[in-house]
């Protein structure tokens, strides 16, 4: 009865370890994978493989201004870029026509526009740059400059073509720039070539022109070539210029002629040496007649003028009231000077002073003297005490260099 008993605690035995053997698996076998059978002997939870720290790249900083869609920015404000935590490598600046705007790098990683806007326009500004660890940043964005209520028109005088030894460059305004940081905003946008080169300055005569002469007159066969890349300065209140422009010209042969009034005589000399003496009239005596004093310039040719006193304030009805037609006419001021035809004063020219405030030649000797001078050529008058102002006129050459300098705005 005994073993029976020990019979069966064997198989029980056997059968636990069995059980145990299923339970716990082959210490030589692993699962299947892909059909073979791979050894997990050697894996425990101390050496099962990690996943390392993926390291995320830093982006570049990028600041810019005027914000994106930003509007009504001022013309004249800088557009400017910053990075930081990276490297600026390229910035481009264009308006809708896909003109581009210059700009320069600055210290560090920054960027700035090097010339002003244009009103009323829009424009793209786009940026690469690159972060610390390399990852690459683009970044777009765009905004409006202002539409101006008035804009602000200008001339450049003279044009192309040859001019005298005393034609200054004129900047002449349709209105008035309202302060001196304006003006002064406009002479820094100047840019003024000469060859050969001659020392000179600019200077306001009042507020609507700004003039350029040399030092002492121009050297015969001088090149200029003048710039004036203007446009997004602002002129007055909500007053800004639109356009830019240009001019070139040659000076011709000094052409320099002296009247003196008191013996009713004017001396023309061409690069210094006397070619012509010629007997005039000038103005009589009289706050309203007498010619003035002082260094003017040729402003322009015109062979037929009908002269009207009333346009220089003398109205009809007064005794010095005229109105004539008169030609060979170059103009000295704008208050009505001339040197002109009289044939009706040839009997006083040399002797004595019988005009409203022209110089009277007679037809021969006015036909030569115009055919013969151009814009720009010098006529110095002595001899009155009525004196020329500078604003009656070309008037750059009433100043000593040291004043003209002082007209200046950045003076």
């Known amino acids: 009865m005994r073993s029976p008993r020990g019979h069966g605690y064997s198989v029980a035995l056997v059968g636990l370890s069995l059980l145990l053997l299923a339970c716990i698996g082959s210490p030589s076998a692993g699962p299947a994978v892909n059909g073979t059978v791979q050894s997990s002997a050697q894996i425990s939870p101390d ?17 810019v201004s005027p914000a994106n869609r930003a509007v009504r920015v001022r013309p004249d404000a800088p557009v400017t870029v910053s990075v930081s935590s990276g490297t600026l490598r390229t910035v481009t600046l264009v308006d809708d026509n896909g003109k581009r705007v210059a700009g320069r790098s600055g210290p560090g990683a920054t960027w700035k526009t090097s010339e002003l806007l244009q009103p ?44 005298g030894v005393g034609m200054p460059v004129i900047v002449q305004f349709g209105s008035v720039v309202s302060t001196k940081a304006q003006r002064a905003g406009v002479e820094k946008q100047m840019r003024l070539t000469t060859v050969p080169a001659q020392a000179g300055s600019w200077g306001w005569l009042d507020q609507r022109q700004l003039m350029w002469r040399p030092r002492t007159f121009w050297k015969p066969g001088t090149r200029v070539t003048v710039s004036a890349p203007l446009h997004g300065l602002e002129t007055g209140s909500n007053k800004w210029i639109t356009a830019d422009k240009g001019t070139s010209f040659i000076v011709g042969s000094s052409m320099i002629s002296n009247v003196d009034m008191k013996v009713h005589q004017l001396t023309l000399r061409r690069d210094g040496r006397i070619i012509h003496t010629f007997p005039v009239s000038t103005g009589k005596p009289g706050p309203l007649t007498e010619t003035r004093s002082g260094t003017k310039v040729i402003i322009e040719r015109r062979d037929a003028i009908v002269m009207d006193s009333a346009t220089v304030g003398i109205p009809k009805g007064s005794p010095n009231y005229y109105k004539i037609n008169t030609t060979w006419n170059l103009r000295l001021t704008w208050t009505g000077e001339f040197v002109h035809s009289a044939p009706w004063s040839v009997g006083a020219q040399g002797t004595q002073n019988v005009s409203h405030g022209c110089t009277n030649m007679s037809p021969a000797n006015a036909e030569w003297m115009f055919k013969n001078s151009k814009m720009g050529d010098v006529v110095t008058f002595t001899g009155s005490k009525r004196a020329f102002q500078p604003t009656e006129g070309i008037g750059v050459w009433v100043y000593s260099y040291a004043r003209w300098q002082a007209q200046s705005a950045l003076a």
């Open 120 to 163: 009323a326009t829009t424009y793209t500004l786009t940026i690469a740059a690159t972060g610390p660890q390399g990852a690459s940043t683009s970044t777009r964005s765009r905004f409006t400059t202002l539409r101006p209520k008035t804009s602000a028109t200008y001339d450049l005088i003279p044009g192309d073509g040859v001019v």
């Open 47 to 63: 050496t099962q493989p990690t996943a390392r720290p993926t390291s995320v790249a830093v982006p570049a900083i990028v600041r």
